[in-house]
């Protein structure tokens, strides 16, 4: 649960985004509370308000320009846990309201491919800062501290209530052996600096806790 303060840290925070394309604040509120309604649906558990503030947080550290702000508020947007397609359909939304809003179509495009590249098993197809950035800040949850890390594991099991447990856990472990594979989980030196250790680590010990009797 999001505080009233920090929502309204966070509508503050989107009216000032969309300002330098001449977006009133009256027009802005709108698509803000769309956000926040999709954000905070019954079903999430670790998708919500509370991961779009980190985030954002991140991506301010790491200096991530309007582009990549304006796809953080985007890249869940869309969440059914049954469904594969969630990146695209929430990359489909912020062009519609993007566009709806006046933003330029070159902008709208290159937000809406952020929101895409967010499925994180592109096999390298989405590059550059503004992807290496959003890349980093949405996967910074991974180098968190323990107790948070454990709290995020516990969250998305949530959304997932629905998959029986074995089953889940199978998924879950190639999820991440998939990113344990990698050379390196982030691609900014920041981040690589700062929560490389750590995110393995976390899963590392998520994966030690899962593993089956015979593993």
Same mark, same amino acid.
């Given at each position: ?8 840290? /966070? ?54 320009? $309007? ?9 869940? $947007? ?115 600096? =700062?929560? =490389? ?5 976390? /899963? ?12």
């Amino acid at each position: 649960m999001i505080s009233p303060e920090r929502l309204d840290a /966070m509508q503050r925070g989107w009216v000032y985004l969309l300002a330098p394309f001449g977006v009133a604040p009256a027009a802005a509120y709108p698509a803000f509370d769309n956000l926040v309604a999709a954000y905070s649906e019954p079903h999430r558990h670790y998708h919500t308000l509370e991961h779009v503030g980190e985030v954002l947080r991140v991506v301010g550290r790491l200096k991530g320009g $309007a582009s990549v702000l304006l796809a953080v508020w985007y890249h869940d $947007a869309v969440y059914d846990p049954k469904a594969n397609d969630n990146e695209t359909r929430s990359a489909e939304l912020a062009m519609r309201e993007l566009a709806a809003l006046g933003l330029p179509a070159a902008l709208v495009n290159h937000v809406a491919e952020l929101v895409r590249s967010t499925a994180h098993f592109d096999g390298g197809t989405f590059t550059g800062p503004d992807f290496d950035i959003l890349h980093d800040a949405d996967l910074a949850i991974l180098g968190a501290s323990e107790v948070r890390y454990a709290r995020y594991a516990a969250d998305v099991r949530k959304e997932y209530a629905w998959v029986p447990e074995a089953d889940y856990y199978a998924g879950r472990r190639k999820v991440l052996n998939s990113f344990l594979s990698r050379p390196r989980i982030y691609r900014t030196e920041a981040m690589l600096t =700062e929560g =490389e250790e750590a995110a393995r680590r976390n /899963m590392a010990a998520e994966l030690s806790a899962t593993a089956l009797p015979s593993e």
